[in-house]
Structure formats: C-alpha cells, structure tokens
C-alpha cells in the first residue's frame, strides 16, 4: 500500500503536523469538528490513530515496557517512574470518529459507518489495554446528553462490546455495495475486502489477549478461521494494516527520522541489551538491520562485541562499557529516516500478517483451534519468515540456517513462540510489552533502579480524573483495584 494521491493527506497538515506522544494533549476539539464530510473524516481518524499508535510504539513508555530500547538521559521511562498518564488524545480521535458514525448513519453510508466501528474497537481496545476499567458507555456525550463526568466501565464488560463491533464491521461491508472513496480511505484505497480482513485479524488479536478470562475466546477464533468466506482475514503481508510515510514534513515522517526526531534523540536512546543479546544468541540476521556497531571496541570495559546493547535500570546508563562510543545505537542507516523515498519499510501499522502468524500458532500450540493446512510448527515459521522478508534478509536467513539452530528449531514452548514474536514486533505498536506482561515472556531482568514491582502492568490514571471526576474515579478504583502501575487489570488476573 503506497500513498499516491497525497492531497488528502495535505488537507490534514494542520491537525497532524506533530503526533502528540502518550496522549499528552488534545489535538482536536471533539465539540468542533473541522467538516462533517464522511472520507474526510474517515481519513482523519485514520491517518491520526495510526500516527499516535506508532510513535507510542517508538519512543514512549510501550517502548521501554518490551524492553526494546535503553533510555541513557531522563531516564523516567526505563526506570519505570511513570506516573499518571493523560488520555485526552485518544478520546479526541474517537469523538472525531464517533461524528464519523453520526453522519454516515444519516446518510445511509454503511460503508463508513464499518469503517467507524473498526476504528472504534481499535482506540477503545489500545485504552482499555493501556489503564483498564475506563469510561466507555458513557463517554464522548458531553454534547448530547450533558455527561461530562463518565462512570467507568469494567474491561469485562468494554471487550465483548468491541468484539461485536467488530463483527457488525465485517457483516456490514460483506452486504455493502456501496464504494469508500479511494481518496480518502488513505489505509486501503477503497477496498472493502481489506477492511474485513482488518477487522477479523483484529479480532483475533483481541480474543487471544483475553483467552485466559473469556471462555468462548477460541470458539470465536475457529468460528474466524474455519469460515474465510463471511470472516476474512489477512492472506499475506500486502493485507498489513499500515501506512508509509510521505516523510515530506515533521507531521508526515517516521518518528526517529530528521525531521520528527521529537524525543527519540539517538544520543540518548540506546539498543537495550535485552534486545541485542537475543539476536546476537540466534545469529539474527535482523540484528545488522536495526543496530549499528559499536564505534571501538578499544576501551570498552564490560562488553568487547561488535553490537552492544545498554542494560536497563542501571546506574551511569551513559558510561556503560566506556562510553558512547562502545555502544550500539538504532541503525542510522534504516530508522533514521523520514520515511516515503528515504526508507519505504518505515510504516505505522495497526496489525501486520506476521502478528496474526503468531497469533494463531499460539493457539494452535495451545491445542484451542485448527487451521486448515497448517500446523502451530508451520505458523510458527511463517510468523519469522514474514519478519524477515519485511527487514529485507529472508534470503539470509534461509539460506545461512537460521531455522535450524537450537533456540530458534521450533519447540513447542511458549518461551520460544513469544520470545520469537516479541522480535518480530519490534515497534509494532504497544504489542512486544502486551505479549510479555501476559505471558511472561521473554523472561526481563527490570534493572537494580527499577521502580515499582517489575514491568509495569498498565498506565496510571489521568490526575484530572481524581480532580474533575473524582466520584467516578474513586468508585471505579473500589472495584478495579489500586490505580498503580503493577495493579492486573480483568484479562491478566
């Protein structure tokens, strides 16, 4: 998927010009849309939630919970000292995209108001992974029905709302014949059937997540995959939900690259040595892709390789092993690009082939579901081929026995499969730290100077909830629990 129109995208300069990071502010006023055209709505809510998704995914706290990166200044993130957490982006997105559902219901625009519903479980199901309990039935009617304090809703009661949206999604486009506008749709250029393929791999993201709580979780998932007929989904990398960037303007670039370099300042964003002693382990040909060399190895104190990753949670993070100089950076060469012409492989995505691969070899393995022609072995290897395909070494990697070496010949554990995806998840979205918090795994060591109890478990609450919503607030954590990083939300007890 290629941008080749990029006047609709120009349009929206004013609203994206510099993706808000961890929701820190409100980008758009819910109660003053800028039109109340449907595709252009549509490709607001797009281009925004995929925007603010993938820079969460570079150089926020998602980042420093999977244990990707080591922060070696303001070392607020990696030490775990998070704090509340704003959300007002996110719910600007969804009011936006709420008006999206309003006005394509008045205009009879099925098509639209799927691609609304899609949307809507996307936002609401990253909210409710990121805090819990949130407000959800009640938020967004401000307007129309004078809420400006919304109850909470338990995650228990918010998922299987979003599943259903979902499937409504899929059930509406299958009986639509009515055309999304290929201009606005800036995800997949008007077609339908890539939208219920997003809409049916995303709902089996979401039924894995709470498979532990969710009894019906792998009914559902067969239900998916034994009828692609009514429930498409993903065939291939060509139906990844994601978007390149133009990388002509801050608003439009890769987060790390020239131009919206907003906080992932190579200087102090490190490889974490989590990350880089894994892919050393495996001869992971996806290590000379993503991490630059060390500079010398001559005065180096600790670590004499060629790649060296920066421990997480230490002390002096800047001095380890001797200095800037003995450790490795991300690759300037493939991340430090705006993306567009500069580096096509940069994208925001929102789900990717790779990950449903994943997906569905872990239930396979866990004996839960069956998909035709295949083994939880073969998804198992098809996840790593698709990963390696994307980064540009799949030859390499067949070729120089990758899939033959003790730690990377399929198993049968979990470790293997999630430490595996993990890898391949690399700043996809919040995915790397939502795997691992659910299943342990890959096994992190948090670091000597790590707060709290371990890797975090959720973001804290806004402190403007306590302030302005405190009532609300205080029943929801009755019920929830302790509003702390470690406290489990519904899925992970």
């Not at 941008?3 to 502010?25: E, M, P, Q, R």
């Not at 967004?140 to 979003?162: A, F, G, R, T």
């Not at 709902?203 to 019906?216: A, E, G, T």
Request: charged share 20%; proline share 5%.
């Amino acid at each position: 998927m290629k941008f080749k129109d990029k006047t609709i995208l120009i349009l929206f300069l004013a609203v994206f010009a510099s993706c808000k990071k961890d929701f820190d502010k409100i980008n758009t006023n819910p109660n003053s849309p800028v039109t109340t055209n449907t595709e252009f709505l549509m490709s607001d809510v797009i281009v925004s939630s995929a925007y603010a998704y993938q820079e969460n995914a570079v150089d926020r706290r998602p980042a420093s919970a999977a244990r990707y990166l080591t922060l070696v200044r303001n070392t607020g993130y990696d030490l775990f000292v998070w704090g509340p957490v704003d959300w007002g982006d996110i719910y600007s997105r969804l009011a936006v995209n709420k008006t999206l559902m309003e006005t394509a219901a008045g205009r009879g625009e099925n098509q639209y108001i799927a691609i609304g519903k899609i949307m809507k479980a996307f936002n609401f199901g990253y909210l409710t992974d990121l805090y819990g309990d949130v407000p959800y039935a009640q938020a967004l009617k401000s307007k129309e029905s004078n809420i400006i304090h919304p109850e909470y809703d338990k995650q228990e009661n918010i998922y299987p709302d979003l599943l259903k949206e979902l499937r409504d999604a899929n059930d509406l486009l299958k009986n639509s014949t009515a055309e999304i506008n290929v201009k606005g749709d800036v995800l997949y250029k008007g077609k339908t059937l890539q939208w219920r393929k997003f809409a049916n791999t995303l709902r089996l993201r979401m039924l894995l997540r709470i498979s532990k709580v969710y009894p019906q979780a792998f009914t559902e998932m067969q239900e998916i995959i034994s009828n692609p007929v009514n429930y498409p989904v993903f065939e291939n990398s060509n139906d990844n939900a994601e978007m390149v960037y133009l990388g002509t303007t801050a608003g439009y670039s890769w987060p790390g690259g020239p131009l919206a370099m907003i906080d992932f300042d190579y200087l102090k964003t490190k490889v974490s040595k989590e990350l880089v002693d894994r892919l050393i382990q495996r001869n992971d040909p996806r290590l000379g892709v993503w991490v630059e060399p060390v500079k010398s190895t001559v005065g180096s104190t600790v670590d004499f390789n060629k790649y060296v990753g920066v421990p997480n949670a230490i002390d002096a993070p800047s001095n380890y092993n001797g200095g800037e100089d003995h450790v490795s950076t991300f690759s300037s060469s493939f991340f430090r690009k705006n993306g567009g012409s500069t580096n096509p492989a940069l994208k925001a995505s929102f789900i990717t082939y790779t990950e449903m691969c994943f997906i569905l070899a872990e239930a396979m393995q866990l004996g839960k579901i069956t998909v035709p022609g295949e083994t939880a072995e073969s998804m198992y290897y098809k996840g790593i081929r698709e990963s390696m395909s994307a980064y540009g070494v799949g030859t390499v990697a067949a070729t120089g026995n990758y899939y033959d070496q003790s730690l990377v010949k399929y198993n049968g554990t979990l470790e293997q499969l999630i430490t595996q995806k993990w890898l391949a998840m690399l700043f996809k979205g919040a995915e790397g730290w939502f795997d691992q918090r659910r299943t342990g795994f890959p096994a992190f060591v948090p670091g000597p100077l790590a707060g709290g109890s371990g890797i975090p478990k959720r973001y804290v609450y806004p402190d403007a909830e306590s302030a302005l919503n405190n009532d609300n607030y205080k029943k929801a954590i009755s019920v929830f629990g302790t509003d702390v990083e470690s406290t489990l939300m519904w899925y992970l007890k």
